[in-house]
């Protein structure tokens, strides 16, 4: 009995300090425990985009990818965001072809087609061979990618060289590459003397000219029928990244903050009102019982969000929709340990006893309902677009907290205060609903 | 006892729920949202009152973007539905729908639709995969169960079940979308998904006190019919399932009556999905397992 009031005292301390906690880290507009808002929430826009690796070779997609994350990252500082998110993603396994995504939050901005044309200038750069290819009988002319592409980019400068036509100045645009693009620009150069290497902007080609010999240093210049205001913005835009792949508008949405912060609020309205409804239905069936399952919620409740905020998970309204279910969930553990608890006393145990067996009896179905949950929420998380992920992921949190509020809290809770044998007053804060639970009763024989 | 002698006249009622549910599925149709099928949707509040539906209507005809449906939306807004839109006249249908109005764009989403059908595939795989996963933890959390009926015998009636626990809310979905215009978005099938997590709890709850019974039967030498060890389970069950759900589907009234906007159709598909599996597990999942157990006597 000692050892149970002291880990009650104990428990009860803890769920104080986690509440406090919750509630000193919101209060403070500084600190990093603050709730994170997803955009649905906080108001914001997300663009989906397929990168198009249709001409990348499989060993360098993920290269790609992430030299592509680190451009459009470079853009949207540019556009001059807080905190944005530009996440890649591989989609595969269901669809039969891998998906390569790229995912740009952005926080705040509601202007979705500013963001849009923002992010969307940027061009991509290639350079491909042109080679002889025969079909049938006819011969045509084909573009060989050579791997080289904006992604071995380090710098594009404006320069001005003398045109064909003597005496006009033709501006033309210098492409430094990185070391490895230097590397890989000298390769391509020397194996294909006499081959004309075509350079595509946005899949446009600009221009062809004809490999005169190898070319080391890791400089390569664009002339094309350009005029100087065209080559000035196209360096200007090469500079801010130049795309190692083309990408392609999937998906867009935005939220503006009015719709978010009426959500947020309705949520934690319909999130009150649901506690206390749920705690006084709780408390009327269940009596003592009610009242500690009311407790264990609360702390039940305190621990879900200390969580959230410390892990920290992105709340969406889907996500606060899967917290008000997990409540009922932690609910329905307390519920199938009071009714056997009930049983027992029925049964003519003594309360303690009662207790103890209706919490060990009570545990297999507990277990196995609670299991079967998790495993659902897990899949769901797995295979799940953003929204259910969100769902899935405080769902399966709010299924294993309720594992630790019904097994640990309710039961210490109860066993530190039910006395070993009480008779009357005991029996009737034990029972529940509107029939006595003192004597012993049949178990019904029919509803 | 009583549902257990009454099984039959039960398994008629839910034959009728489940006709009536599969009727709505099939005249109305489960009208499936932008997340499946691609394409744009927004949201535009007028703060100073909504014009006419139909006058907006007439000016979304402005845009030349096919087949535009407009309906409202809360108090003052409207939601709009196109094919997807190029950022060029999504900014054209917000300057048509304003006309001379102030208005203020609450969201807007668009979708691909080679986005929109992978997101099918993997709302079908995810409900697949759920319910093979819960088949085969039934089979193994019984498998010292095997009298009269096999442990996958649970799991085969679980999967019956939850079979019909989803088409119940479904075709409520249908009818509530065919007279509200609500439409078939991803938190429909989170949703289901949740209800399915939460009937195999609830049928749990009956097949481990059944469970409970049988092993205690064989141990003590006990003999009772079947049909009564399961009407027992059933009765000493029934107050903790419909207290369960009366929980949850408190819950669930508050976050229809004070939650957002974008949670509601949510919480109503889940509010259905508890009452009708409530229902069902206490009516069916166990007494189904009557027949299955005669089946395998002979």
């Known amino acids: 009995m000692t050892r149970f009031r002291v880990s009650a005292v104990f428990t009860l301390l803890i769920g104080f300090l986690l509440a406090y906690f919750v509630w000193s ?85 509601t202007d979705i087609n500013a963001a849009i044309a923002a992010l969307g200038e940027t061009p991509t750069l290639e350079f491909k061979l042109i080679t002889n290819v025969t079909v049938d009988t006819t011969t045509q002319e084909a573009y060989v990618p050579t791997g080289l592409t904006g992604r071995f980019l380090s710098k594009a400068t404006l320069g ?201 009896r009570a545990w297999p179905a507990i277990r196995d ?35 630790i509020s019904a097994v640990a809290l309710s039961r210490v809770f109860l066993l530190a205060i039910v006395p070993e044998e009480g008779r009357g007053a005991w029996h009737f804060l034990l029972g529940s609903g509107f029939r006595q639970a003192s004597s012993y009763q049949p178990p019904a024989s029919s509803i | 006892m009583y549902i257990i002698q009454h099984r039959k006249f039960f398994f008629w009622l839910t034959g009728l729920i489940l006709a009536a549910a599969i009727g709505a599925i099939l005249v109305f149709g489960l009208p499936l949202g932008i997340d499946f099928t691609g394409g744009s949707l927004m949201q535009v509040e007028y703060p100073n009152g909504r014009p006419a539906l139909a006058d907006i209507q007439k000016q979304t005809e402005l845009v030349p973007v096919g087949a535009v449906s407009v309906r409202a939306f809360g108090e003052n807004a409207i939601s709009i539905r196109t094919r997807t839109m190029n950022p060029a006249e999504h900014e054209a249908m917000l300057i048509a729908v304003s006309g001379n109005e102030n208005t203020i764009e609450l969201a807007y989403t668009s979708v691909g639709p080679a986005l929109g059908s992978q997101f ?57 979308a065919h007279y509200t215009g609500a439409e078939v978005d991803s938190l429909f099938i989170v949703a289901l998904l949740a209800l399915l997590g939460y009937c195999v709890n609830d049928v749990i709850v009956i097949f481990d006190r059944i469970r409970e019974h049988l092993n205690k039967n064989e141990k003590e030498g006990i003999r009772e019919s079947f049909e009564d060890t399961i009407g027992k389970s059933i009765s000493e069950t029934m107050t903790r399932s419909i207290n369960t759900a009366l929980t949850v589907a408190l819950a669930l009234l508050a976050l229809i009556y004070f939650g957002a906007e974008a949670t509601r159709n949510f919480a109503l598909v889940m509010l259905v999905g508890v009452v009708a599996g409530t229902f069902s597990s206490i009516t069916r999942s166990a007494p189904l397992l009557i027949p299955l157990a005669n089946w395998f006597k002979k």
């Open chain 2, 120 to 176: 099918t595939n993997k709302a079908l795989w995810a409900i697949f995969a759920v319910i093979l996963v819960i088949v085969l933890y039934i089979a193994f959390a019984f498998r010292k169960v095997s009298r009269p009926v096999p442990s996958w015998g649970y799991g085969l009636t679980v999967v019956a079940m939850l079979a019909i626990d989803l088409i119940v809310p479904a075709g409520f979905y249908a009818g509530y």
């Open chain 1, 25 to 109: 880290t919101q209060a403070d507009p500084t600190s990093p425990y603050r709730f994170k808002l997803g955009l649905d929430l906080a108001g914001g826009t997300e663009l989906v985009y397929k990168a198009d690796m249709s001409q990348t070779a499989d060993g360098e997609r993920s290269g790609a990818l992430s030299a592509l994350q680190g451009i459009i990252e470079r853009r949207v500082n540019l556009f001059g965001v807080a905190e944005p998110l530009v996440q890649t993603e591989q989609a595969s396994a269901l669809s039969g072809t891998t998906e390569d995504r790229l995912i740009v939050d952005l926080p705040g901005v």
């Open chain 1, 160 to 360: 001005f060289g003398s045109g064909a036509t003597a005496g006009l100045i033709a501006p033309e645009i210098i492409l430094n590459f990185n070391s490895d693009g230097a590397k890989l620009f000298e390769k391509i150069t020397s194996e294909n003397v006499g081959k004309q290497l075509a350079i595509f902007l946005d899949n446009q080609p600009i221009s062809s000219p004809v490999i005169q010999e190898a070319i080391p240093g890791g400089q390569a210049t664009i002339t094309g029928q350009f005029t100087a205001t065209e080559a000035r913005d196209l360096v200007r835009n090469l500079n801010f990244g130049a795309l190692p792949v083309p990408i392609v508008l999937q998906s867009s949405s935005a939220v503006g903050p009015t719709l978010g912060s009426a959500a947020i609020s309705a949520g934690v309205v319909a999130g009150i009102v649901g506690f206390v409804i749920v705690s006084i239905f709780m408390i009327a069936w269940y009596r003592l019982p009610g009242v500690i399952a009311a407790l264990a919620l609360a702390e039940y409740l305190a621990f879900m969000l200390a969580v959230i905020k410390v892990i920290p998970v992105t709340l969406t309204a889907s996500g606060i929709a899967g917290l008000i279910i997990s409540v009922g969930i932690a609910v329905d553990a307390n519920v199938l340990i009071f009714e056997r608890t009930k049983e027992e006393l029925r049964g003519g145990k003594t309360p303690r006893e009662a207790v103890h067996i209706g919490f060990s």
């Open chain 1, 369 to 403: 309902g609670h299991l079967t949950m998790i495993i659902s929420g897990v899949i769901l998380f797995w295979l799940g677009t953003s929204i259910v992920q969100g769902f899935a992921l405080v769902f399966v949190l709010g299924v294993l907290a309720s594992f």
